[in-house]
């Protein structure tokens, strides 16, 4: 996931997308524990992309924006 593609989004759109990583890397935990993972960098990758979000959500909170 690309940031200057994250940037277009509106913040509710980013809060969504937050939930979503949160949802993703969750059962990417259970999966590793349970069965284990064809790619573990799946995980750093998700953990990467939930703080990309984050990180663009206080900037639009800092910003103003809604």
Known sequence: MKTKDLRK????????K???????????RIKK??????NPMQIRNTRRDLARVLTLIKEKQLRGEG
């Open 9 to 16: 989004l509106s913040l509710q759109d980013l809060i969504k």
């Open 18 to 28: 937050e939930q979503e990583l949160r949802r993703e890397l969750f059962r990417l």
């Open 33 to 38: 524990k349970v069965e284990g993972l064809p």
